[in-house]
């Protein structure tokens, strides 16, 4: 799609993503939830979903698929972090689109909820990749959400991003490889231009 033609959209819907924003924001102060234990979570949320809107152009398919797009990019976490179902969110996401587009709205989250594990190995195992690469949209968000988790290490400066910094870029190789799903259609693509935007962050790593 046309980067014009997926802001003109963007815009179109802004009513119904800012009421998804509010929600997901409300949903994560709910259950008391921070990022980096100091800014509410929505901090994140709002990362992944700028993500989502920088790139967004690049594999977004269709009209329909806009509000599914940013309702996965700011509830990705629900399930695994706020006590959500996968019917609590999918009768979230009926309150702002049609079925079929809540359908793929709901599933876009599921498949990014971490797996059973006792530690972040297990947690995001081949079945958890699995599921990514057969949902479509997913790769991307999940890429968005690797964006955003990144590009705050590299910001903000303390103990725990350091050593952060240091796992996502061993994690790299590994990660590209597993969310990759060869195809050719751009639902299930992660835009080479969003892993550039990694890259030249790994790369400053490996400058210090």
Do not use: W
């Not at 033609?5 to 802004?14: A, E």
């Not at 921070?34 to 790139?55: E, Q």
């Not at 806009?66 to 972090?81: M, Q, T, V």
């Not at 797996?115 to 599921?131: I, L, N, T």
């Amino acid at each position: 799609m046309k980067k014009e033609d997926f802001l003109n959209l963007y815009s179109k819907y802004t009513e119904e993503i800012e009421q998804i924003k509010a929600a997901a924001h409300a949903l994560h102060a709910s259950v008391n939830q921070h990022y980096d234990k100091i800014h509410p979570y929505g901090y994140h949320l709002d990362m992944v979903a700028d993500a989502a809107l920088r790139f967004g152009h690049l594999v977004c398919e269709s009209e329909a698929d806009i509000l599914p797009l940013f309702f996965g990019a700011y509830f990705h976490d629900s399930i695994e972090d706020a006590r959500q179902t996968y019917n609590d969110v999918l009768l979230t996401a009926r309150q702002y689109m049609a079925d079929e587009q809540a359908k793929m709205a709901t599933e876009i989250v599921y498949a990014l909820t971490n797996d059973k594990g006792r530690d972040r190995a297990e947690r995001a195992g081949e079945r958890y990749y699995q599921g990514i690469r057969e949902t479509p949209y997913a790769p991307f968000v999940k890429m968005a959400d690797r964006l955003a988790n990144i590009t705050y290490s590299f910001t903000h400066s303390h103990e725990g991003n350091e050593h952060m910094k240091g796992v996502y870029a061993k994690e790299l190789p590994h990660f590209l490889k597993s969310i990759d799903t060869h195809s050719n259609d751009p639902r299930f693509q992660v835009p080479k231009d969003m892993i550039d935007a990694v890259m030249i962050l790994i790369e400053k790593l490996n400058e210090y």
